[in-house]
């Protein structure tokens, strides 16, 4: 995985000299680490050779970066430029498959999608809504409340996410609730990763239950 970030940082680093600006090798790799999660490049290297992990961050399915910690760092570093910011995350993104810029985005275009997909295929979710409602769920609205079982990037082997949502049925024709408007469950649901370094992740299930 020191590849990954090797090959991030000099990227980044050739983005930058097209605009006229030198970052050390060294600055770039520190700047990498902490958009992955890592307080310093050392602390990275460190727990990639810890055989005693069960997974690394290059085993990670996907990876979410820490804005907030790569800010810091490039403050630190002096080098708080927003185009630099930027030249960054996406020589990271670029770099490698999976990886989201930020939480937000990973929420929206991952788990968002997962959680849906879940609860339209899951067998006990459709016969609780069946029962609730005389009809298959239709479709799913996630009211966007996320909780968070601990902050991602300091997580220690696993890490879940959840939110509640409402399920809405649409009434079969002929049946008593022919001509009425769509029935309504609420339903909370949430994902579980294992932690692949900082800011990696591996799924391993999801799950969900009705309010009704």
């Not at 708080?80 to 990886?99: K, T």
């Not at 991602?152 to 890490?159: E, F, N, P, S, V």
Request: proline share 1%; hydrophobic share 45%; charged share 25%.
């Amino acid at each position: 995985m020191t590849d990954f970030v090797k090959a991030a940082a000099y990227a980044a680093k050739q983005s930058l000299v097209l605009k006229g600006i030198k970052v050390q090798h060294g600055i770039a790799l520190e700047i990498v680490a902490a958009f992955l999660g890592y307080r310093t490049y050392a602390a990275l290297v460190i727990e990639e050779g810890n055989e005693t992990l069960k997974y690394h961050l290059g085993d990670a399915e996907v990876i979410v970066l820490d804005y907030n910690g790569g800010i810091t760092r490039l403050t630190e570093l002096e080098v708080m430029l927003g185009f630099i910011v930027q030249a960054f995350i996406d020589a990271i993104v670029e770099c490698r498959d999976g990886v989201f810029p930020d939480l937000s985005s990973f929420l929206d275009e991952y788990v968002t999608r997962e959680l849906q997909d879940f609860i339209l295929s899951d067998r006990d979710v459709i016969e609780a809504v069946e029962c609730a409602t005389g009809s298959e769920p239709f479709s799913v609205e996630l009211d966007g409340d996320w909780s968070f079982s601990e902050q991602l990037w300091t997580a220690g082997g696993t890490w879940e996410v959840s939110c509640s949502g409402s399920v809405e049925e649409l009434a079969s024709l002929g049946s008593a609730y022919a001509g009425n408007d769509d029935e309504v469950v609420g339903v909370r649901c949430w994902v579980k990763f294992a932690k692949a370094g900082r800011a990696g992740l591996r799924f391993q299930r999801s799950a969900g239950k009705t309010s009704a």
